[in-house]
T-cell receptor, first 114, second 113 residues
Framework: GAVVSQHPSWVICKSGTSVKIECRSLDFQATTMFWYRQFPKQSLMLMATSNEGSKATYEQGVEKDKFLINHASLTLSTLTVTSAHPEDSSFYIC??????????FGPGTRLTVT | AQSVTQLGSHVSVSEGALVLLRCNYSSSVPPYLFWYVQYPNQGLQLLLKYTSAATLVKGINGFEAEFKKSETSFHLTKPSAHMSDAAEYFCAVSGGGFQKLVFGTGTRLLVSP
C-alpha cells in the first residue's frame, strides 16, 4: 500500500524558533497533500491543503504567516512553524491523496515548544 | 457543507463481544465515507471506505460498515472484539476527488478481558 512518511517524528524547540516538518509520499505521487493538527484526546483539524506548484489553501483561522507550507514536488510537502510558542505544541499529521479518493496518513510529528 | 457526528466518546466492550461504533453524516453532495483507526502517538490507518459502490463495506481486521442513506449513517461493526482493537476510531466524510476530509470527534474503544 501507499506509504507516507514524516520527519521528524518528534521535536522539541525553544519558544521563538522555527521548526520544519517534512511529509513525503514514498511510493506514489501526490498532487495534493493535507496538513492536520491534533490536540490531545481530540480530533484532527485540517489546517491547510497543499497543492504541488501552487500556494496552499488555508482553513479559516489558521495563520498563513505562522504555518508556512511548501509543496515543491509531487512527493514532498513541508510545514514550517515560524516563531513557535508553547501554544503551538501539538501533534501534526500530514496526508497525501493518491488520486483514488483516498488519503494516506503519515505517522505524525509531535512538536513541543518550551 | 459536510459533517459527521460520532455518538459516544467512549465505548467499552468485553473481549469477544460485538463492537458497534456509530457515525452519522451530513453532506450536500453524495458522500465518500471513511473509518480510520489511530493508536497512541501514531497516524491514522484506513479501516474501510465507502465510495458509492456496495453499501456494505468490508475492511481490514474484521471490521465492516454499512452505508444507509435513509438513516444518514455509516456505523462500524466487528462481530468479536479483540484486545488489539483498543484504539481511537474516527469517522470522516468527503465529497471525493481531492476534497478535504471532515472528521468526527472520535470514539475511544476500550476492550476488557
Amino acid at each position: 500500500g501507499a506509504v507516507v512518511s514524516q520527519h521528524p517524528s518528534w521535536v522539541i524547540c525553544k519558544s521563538g524558533t522555527s521548526v520544519k516538518i517534512e511529509c513525503r509520499s514514498l511510493d506514489f505521487q501526490a498532487t495534493t497533500m493535507f496538513w492536520y493538527r491534533q490536540f490531545p484526546k481530540q480530533s484532527l483539524m485540517l489546517m491547510a491543503t497543499s497543492n504541488e506548484g501552487s500556494k496552499a489553501t488555508y482553513e479559516q483561522g489558521v495563520e498563513k504567516d505562522k504555518f508556512l507550507i511548501n509543496h515543491a514536488s509531487l512527493t514532498l510537502s513541508t510545514l514550517t512553524v515560524t516563531s513557535a510558542h508553547p501554544e503551538d505544541s501539538s501533534f501534526y499529521i500530514c496526508s497525501a491523496d493518491d488520486r483514488d479518493n483516498e488519503q494516506y496518513f503519515g505517522p505524525g510529528t509531535r512538536l513541543t515548544v518550551t | 457543507a459536510q459533517s459527521v457526528t460520532q455518538l459516544g466518546s467512549h465505548v467499552s466492550v468485553s473481549e469477544g463481544a460485538l463492537v458497534l461504533l456509530r457515525c452519522n453524516y451530513s453532506s450536500s453532495v453524495p458522500p465518500y465515507l471513511f473509518w480510520y483507526v489511530q493508536y497512541p502517538n501514531q497516524g491514522l490507518q484506513l479501516l474501510l471506505k465507502y465510495t458509492s459502490a456496495a453499501t456494505l463495506v468490508k475492511g481490514i481486521n474484521g471490521f465492516e460498515a454499512e452505508f444507509k442513506k435513509s438513516e444518514t449513517s455509516f456505523h462500524l461493526t466487528k462481530p468479536s472484539a479483540h484486545m488489539s482493537d483498543a484504539a481511537e476510531y474516527f469517522c470522516a466524510v468527503s465529497g471525493g476527488g481531492f476534497q478535504k476530509l471532515v472528521f468526527g470527534t472520535g470514539t475511544r474503544l476500550l476492550v476488557s478481558p
